[in-house]
């Protein structure tokens, strides 16, 4: 079992930067992998970006590549989503998810998801 809450959003103008964090309950988070999603208002669920649970393979969403890294620390149990030079378009609820397959957590079905943080971009 695995309990995740997300924090760090807020309301930016474009070009801002935010540092989002996931953190995890459970003892066996560093066998997880883990994934950064959003869903903007009236859209689907979207996978943004996934890291393995070694911390080496990262995967990213072709929109967001070169701005956003995903990152983890398996000791403070916590996964985190730098994103830089921010845009209108990334305004969403963005949430964090945890699954042992590293195919599932690219999907939108990962076993357990966090709350959502809201990130707002301003043009």
């Known amino acids: 079992q695995v309990q995740l809450v997300e924090s760090g959003g807020g309301l930016v103008q474009a070009g801002d930067s935010l540092r989002l964090s996931c953190a995890a309950s459970?003892?066996?988070?560093?066998?997880?992998?883990l994934g950064w999603f959003r869903q903007a208002p009236g859209k689907e669920r979207d996978f943004i970006s996934s890291?393995?649970?070694?911390?080496?393979?990262?995967f990213y969403k072709e929109s967001v590549k070169g701005r956003f890294t995903i990152s983890r620390d398996n000791v403070k149990n916590t996964v985190y989503l730098q994103m830089n030079s921010l845009k209108p378009e990334d305004t969403a609820v963005y949430y964090c998810?945890?699954?042992?397959?590293?195919?599932?957590?690219?999907?939108?079905?990962?076993?357990?998801w966090g709350q959502g943080t809201q990130v707002t971009v301003s043009s």
């Open positions: 459970g003892r066996t988070f560093s066998s997880y992998h």
């Open positions: 998810a945890a699954d042992p397959s590293l195919i599932t957590i690219r999907t939108t079905s990962p076993s357990y």
């Open positions: 890291i393995h649970w070694n911390g080496v393979t990262k």
